[in-house]
């Protein structure tokens, strides 16, 4: 009687979900994205030059006090543009993680009556982020260039790996985090805390080098947080290139075996997410009922 | 013919909380106070839908009807049993679908549709159609939030309605659509069960319910308290009774606020 017979298997309803799916429903994602970025600035007279006034004021602040006041600039060669990029991943990295935290209880109105990787929330988090760090990019590359920067290949590597390691971390964060903050807002709050310690855990408001100094032979302990290799590799790509002859090239310290460590930094993050995405599973099967 | 939708002793529990914050807890614990208790939502419940079939469901107000209709969208997951579904699914969950309060219509349209699986492509062919049936003229780019719920169910239905879904979930949409909707309402789901489709259709209206479907399951508390035939299955709830009858001529397809 009945024209209408699919052949589908019979599988469970809420089957194809995880980070996986999300990448295979990219027309999804990309509305998802494109309405965090009207949205972010709904209403707002400036609308998205805050995500560029919001950095560019904490440059300031930082190049003031520790740049002019504890007279970095005299120690560190382009301190400016040293922290610049550090900056920029910074950025990336705590915005992925706290607007990634809060995505889904913003997008409760979805997740209690439509079917959908829920992962899509967090991961829409970190590619709106991401479209941010662009026009900083350009904005740090007519600095260097002005400096009398070239780009060269083995930097550019470099680049491109510090945004999959904070593209990685942060949507590892973003994922544990928001499911576990619809059962307690405090996740929110612990997040910010978090945010606080990334700026003075990275070399951005002092030089790898006084690392090296003060620590020794035990500062490789210092490069187990990837956020460093990130910010390391970032600063490999610009930083790097814009000293002023080998007296100032010998100034700007780099660790050794960067790129491997960046390489290292990458799997562990990647693993990370794996993890992350175990433990939303599991959460996320109570997370509708708490809404 | 194969089977559409098969539970196997599904339950679905839910935890009440009482106390939220650090201080309360600590206060009720000490105070030898219960925290938290479990319910069950959904208590093992099985059947099986066959493709095509059209099923009523029926139950009191809590009996978990928007819980069993959550679990087979795939909203939630069962905590315990099987629950398996044949191809797509589309539908509306308690009067409306998801949308977001401070988007337009046409951007919630757009998002929906996209949920529910359709392309980009699907969506451009299919979009007039939608603005058409929703009927919504110029309200469609004023935000959502500040539509009545007849007019969110009528954004839902319509793009619900124009999924190529081999499943259709339809929860108490005619409850809180005007006569002219409910009746293209009707016409699109007797279409669906014509094309040979599965029908899940949630009403506390007999008289839809005898018109639409072919068989009735009942649930009582969340259990399964009837399947079967729809006239037995209205009678096994007393929606048959006297009091009833007089409102029924009148609204014979489900005036069931």
Redesign the interface.
């Known amino acids: ?6 052949d ?7 089957a194809d979900n995880g980070l996986l799916a999300v990448f295979q ?1 990219r ?2 994602l990309r ?2 994205v494109q ?1 965090e970025i009207s ?1 972010r600035y ?1 209403g707002s007279f400036l609308g998205i030059l805050w995500s560029y006034i919001n950095p560019l004021t904490q440059f300031f602040i930082y190049w003031g006090v520790i740049g002019i006041l504890f007279n970095l600039h005299a120690n560190v060669p382009n301190f400016a543009i040293h922290l610049f990029a550090a900056l920029i991943l910074v950025h990336f990295f705590t915005e992925t993680f706290g607007a990634g935290t809060r995505s889904i209880m913003r ?1 409760k ?8 990787p829920r992962e899509m929330f967090p991961v829409a988090t970190m590619l709106v982020s991401l479209y941010h760090v662009v026009p900083q990019i350009v904005i740090l590359a007519v600095a260097c260039v002005l400096t009398g920067w070239m780009p060269d290949l083995v930097g550019m590597g470099c680049l491109l790996l510090a945004l999959a390691i904070i593209a990685a971390v942060g949507t590892a964060g973003a994922l544990l985090f928001s499911a576990a903050n619809v059962f307690f807002r405090d996740f929110g709050n612990i997040v910010n805390v978090f945010n606080n310690f990334v700026r003075f855990g990275v070399p951005m408001l002092y030089p790898y080098s006084m690392v090296e100094e003060r620590f020794g032979r035990f500062s490789h302990y210092y490069l187990l947080n990837p956020l460093s290799d990130a910010v390391l590799l970032f600063q490999r790509a610009f930083w790097v290139g814009t000293a002023d002859g080998p007296e100032e090239r010998a100034k700007m310290v780099m660790p050794d075996h960067l790129i491997l460590n960046g390489f290292l930094a990458l799997g562990a993050c990647l693993v990370l997410l794996g993890i992350a995405q175990i433990v939303f599973s599991k959460l996320e ?2 997370i ?2 708490r809404l | 013919m194969a089977a559409s939708i098969v539970l196997e002793n599904v339950s679905k529990t839910f935890t009440l909380r009482y106390h939220r914050t650090f201080k309360e807890v600590t206060v009720a614990k000490v105070r030898g106070h219960e925290t938290s208790e479990n319910f069950k939502a959904i208590d093992d419940v099985s059947f099986t839908v066959e493709q095509g079939e059209s099923i009523g469901l029926m139950g009191l107000n809590g009996s978990g009807k928007s819980t069993l209709l959550k679990m087979i969208n795939g909203v939630m997951r069962p905590d315990e049993g099987n629950l398996l579904t044949r191809g797509r699914i589309a539908g509306l969950i308690a009067t409306g679908a998801g949308f977001h309060p401070q988007l337009t219509g046409r951007d919630n349209l757009v998002l929906n549709a996209a949920i529910l699986g359709m392309s980009e492509r699907e969506l451009q062919r299919k979009f007039d159609d939608i603005v058409e049936f929703a009927e919504l003229g110029r309200t469609l780019d004023a935000p959502v939030g500040h539509y009545s719920s007849g007019q969110k169910a009528r954004l839902g239905f319509a793009v619900a309605i124009h999924v190529d879904s081999d499943i259709f979930l339809a929860d108490e949409v005619l409850a809180v659509g005007d006569k002219p909707f409910r009746v293209k309402c009707i016409q699109k789901m007797t279409e669906i069960r014509k094309s040979g489709r599965t029908l899940f259709y949630v009403s506390h209206s007999p008289g839809s319910v005898k018109r639409m479907c072919d068989r009735v399951i009942v649930l009582e508390n969340g259990r399964l308290g009837f399947d079967g035939d729809p006239d037995a299955g209205i009678h096994y709830l007393h929606y048959d009774g006297d009091d009833l009858a007089g409102t029924e001529t009148d609204a014979q397809i489900g005036n069931d606020i």
């Open positions: 009687m009945s024209e209408h017979v699919t589908a298997p019979l599988k469970p309803p809420s429903r027309y999804l509305l998802l309405r949205a709904q997008n109105a979805l997740v209690v009556k439509m079917a959908m099967n109570k509708p009922e």
